[in-house]
């Protein structure tokens, strides 16, 4: 008997940076691995505006749907819909949001998987066949092994890999290529309050180097990859892994030919890693610093010093690796004192190892300790809150705050600062000409010469050409 099953990613509304499904890819893959007789496909609506008229033309048996916090709203009412249209479908609902909440995700479906979905979604597949009943809510087993899950199955897709590749990541120096991100571990040894890993217990685990290396394979050689982002929690904290990479990476075919990059704590960072993995085809290194101010400690649980921060900075500096730093504003406590602190940091380590850099406010999403902490502050309620307003973003417009320590109209304004500077330097680094020559870049310049002066000074290493540029 076969059955057929549908793995959906509901749509995002919005600007969003979209990525291959691997989840459900891996899924996918191991489900037809499971139960041979499966029909599988993978509706993506994020990329796809046919995804839906698509997955209820193909009429599926199961329903596997996914969805992040910011989906959420549009998955629930997806799942309702095929309820109705569909009665008989089994409808099963995982992904972040879902395992934070099951209770409220299973007012939506038949089932709510918590955790990793491989193992517990091919045994659900399995009793659907034999006639047995699905659980309300169903533990997912970790996969021990990770190699134990077939390569992903791209195939299963409703459309081509290639809308999933970007053509620049702005942090890593990689541009005009086609760049698609990989994740190759599952699980982090740290537990920051504001990431959904602050309330997980499954351990950390890695797919083998040659198992990463047969998977590059199959993206370079069918769908024309010409860089990956490995978007792992942690990509250089197990070294021997690491190193064993980029040895078989430099004897392979695609040295010379595909570049990558990664991302990082800054405690994994040294010299030594650093210079190996420049002369591996890394072109650059992401870093969570989150503050250079007292926030710091709270972010990152008293594990990281500002000196850790400058040190892996100086380390990549000298190795000729680019450093990327990803900055949250707006944490437990925090005041405009702090925030100018860490911006004042930001803009001296430009010329310190610091290439890039992003911010956003703090999000205090579902299953994480700062969620928790939310609630008990009375930011919000679970029967009040409002999902649309939990997302990484540099502005305040229809957002949590979740601590009020500073005014919202302070704060507000300090990040009009911010980005008005960041996006002045933008143009600046990308030579966008249009954008040097329009009265905005010119009021930001009138507005912060000094740090107009020192964006410009980190791009340009003589500071009298900087003056004159000014």
């Known amino acids: 008997m076969s059955v057929k099953v549908a793995l959906v990613v509901p749509k995002v509304f919005g600007d969003c940076e979209v990525s291959a499904p691997l989840g459900l890819s891996y899924i996918a893959s191991y489900l037809k691995k499971c139960v041979p007789s499966v029909a599988v496909k993978i509706f993506d609506a994020t990329v796809d505006e046919q995804a839906y008229m698509d997955l209820f033309l193909f009429h599926p048996d199961i329903v596997g749907c996914t969805s992040t916090t910011r989906q959420i709203y549009e998955a629930y009412r997806l799942l309702d819909e ?19 909440l099951p209770s409220e995700a299973g007012v939506h479906a038949d089932c709510v998987v918590i955790g990793e979905g491989e193992i517990v979604f ?20 970790p996969v021990e092994d990770l190699d134990d899950i077939p390569i992903p199955d791209f195939e299963a897709f409703g459309v081509d890999i290639g809308k999933y590749l970007l053509n620049k990541i702005e942090y890593s120096g990689i541009t005009g290529q086609p760049i698609l991100r990989l994740v190759t571990s599952r699980g982090c040894i740290e537990r920051c309050p504001f990431c959904w890993n602050s309330t997980r217990s499954a351990s950390v685990r890695y797919q083998s180097v040659d198992y990463v290396l047969k998977m590059i394979g199959v993206l370079f050689g069918k769908h024309h990859m010409s860089a990956v982002w490995f978007h792992d929690d942690e990509f250089v904290s197990n070294k ?35 210079k190996r993995m420049k002369a591996s085809g890394c072109k650059s290194v992401a870093f969570g610093i989150e503050s250079a101010s007292r926030t710091l400690g709270f972010l990152k649980c008293g594990k990281v010093t500002v000196s850790d921060v400058e040190k892996a900075l100086l380390d990549c500096k000298r190795a000729g690796l680019r450093a990327f ?17 860490t911006w004042g ?4 380590h430009r010329t310190k190892g610091l290439t890039n850099y992003s911010f956003g406010v703090l999000a205090p999403y579902p299953g ?32 949590y705050l979740v601590d009020l320590a500073v005014s919202r109209s302070e704060f507000q304004a300090f990040l009009h600062k911010a980005c008005d500077l960041r996006w002045a330097e933008s143009q600046l680094r990308y030579k966008n000409v249009r954008g040097v020559f329009t009265p905005t870049f010119l009021r930001v310049v009138l507005r912060h010469p000094r740090s107009m002066f020192n964006a410009v000074r980190t791009m340009v290493p003589n500071s009298v050409t900087a003056r004159k540029m000014l």
């Open 240 to 274: 021997k892994r690491l190193y064993e990479f980029m040895m078989k990476f430099k004897a392979s075919r695609f040295y010379g030919v595909l570049e990558w990059t990664c991302q990082s704590r800054v405690t994994s960072m040294d010299y030594e890693t650093a």
């Open 82 to 100: 095929i309820k109705k249209c569909m009665p008989e479908t089994l409808t099963v609902i995982g992904g972040s949001h879902a395992s934070a």
């Open 345 to 348: 940091w930001i803009q001296t």
């Open 368 to 399: 994480t300790k700062l969620y928790e902490y939310a609630i008990n502050l009375g930011v919000f309620s679970q029967d009040t809150i409002d999902y649309g307003k939990i997302d990484v973003v540099a502005n305040l417009d229809d957002h």
């Open 122 to 141: 091919s045994e659900i597949v399995k009793n659907y066949l034999r006639g047995l009943e699905v659980d309300k809510v169903i533990m997912g087993l």
């Open 325 to 341: 730093g990803a900055f949250i504003f707006g944490s437990v406590g925090e005041r405009i004192s702090d925030m100018e602190e």
